[in-house]
T-cell receptor, first 113, second 118 residues
Framework: DARVTQTPRHKVTEMGQEVTMRCQPILGHNTVFWYRQTMMQGLELLAYFRNRAPLDDSGMPKDRFSAEMPDATLATLKIQPSEPRDSAVYFC???????????FGQGTRLTVV | KQEVTQIPAALSVPEGENLVLNCSFTDSAIYNLQWFRQDPGKGLTSLLLIQSSQREQTSGRLNASLDKSSGRSTLYIAASQPGDSATYLCAARLSEGAGGTSYGKLTFGQGTILTVHP
């Protein structure tokens, strides 16, 4: 069945290293979202795309985070350099159209030590 | 800025009870509202999507209602089962732009942790 696929599922890295998280949206969905979940802040929107174009990335720390969609089947979220405070679960979600139901991936659990 | 609040933060009930989870939002100009379920260590599973023009949506034992004017939504779970144990999240999608369209971003509540014990 159609689902959003995220890789890796778990990532442990040392502070200062680059981290790349990948997301394969559901085929045919033209909107992609990146969310971050922490115990303290809950779920926060980092960035989202429509038809591969970034619409809003105001939720991301610009100096270290970047999000791209190289093609319609791949979205990436990069952190460089990573810091311990980036430890969280990062979710990707996709939707058929803006405002329509969002479907979430299983998430990437990032631990920065 | 839209803020979403869920009460209670945690709920523990015996199997078979009917229960209500509450969600409130500060900006009534919502496009729609979505209820999710999250199991420990897992992603979010969409349960119900209720459009701003709707009053309620039903799926099996679940019923979600929406009252835009009062900024409230409730999720009703009938005849609860241990398998319903999870965190339940509501998320509001704002109506933005010309014609009340939505850019799609969701604002989440902190969730209600539900435990249904046998």
């Amino acid at each position: 069945d159609a689902r959003v696929t995220q890789t890796p599922r778990h990532k442990v890295t040392e502070m200062g290293q680059e981290v790349t998280m990948r997301c394969q949206p559901i085929l045919g969905h033209n909107t992609v979202f990146w969310y971050r979940q922490t115990m303290m802040q809950g779920l926060e929107l980092l960035a989202y795309f429509r038809n591969r174009a970034p619409l809003d990335d105001s939720g991301m720390p610009k100096d270290r985070f970047s999000a791209e969609m190289p093609d319609a089947t791949l979205a990436t979220l990069k952190i460089q350099p990573s810091e311990p405070r980036d430890s969280a679960v990062y979710f990707c979600a996709s939707g058929l159209r803006l405002g329509f139901e969002a479907f979430f991936g299983q998430g990437t659990r990032l631990t920065v030590v | 800025k839209q803020e979403v609040t869920q009460i209670p933060a945690a709920l523990s009930v015996p199997e078979g009870e009917n229960l209500v989870l509450n969600c409130s939002f500060t900006d009534s100009a919502i496009y729609n509202l979505q209820w999710f379920r999250q199991d420990p260590g897992k992603g979010l599973t969409s349960l119900l999507l209720i459009q701003s023009s709707q009053r309620e949506q039903t799926s099996g034992r679940l019923n979600a209602s929406l009252d835009k004017s009062s900024g409230r939504s409730t999720l009703y779970i009938a005849a609860s089962q241990p398998g319903d144990s999870a965190t339940y999240l509501c998320a509001a999608r704002l109506s933005e732009g010309a014609g009340g369209t939505s850019y799609g971003k969701l604002t989440f509540g902190q969730g209600t942790i539900l435990t249904v014990h046998p």
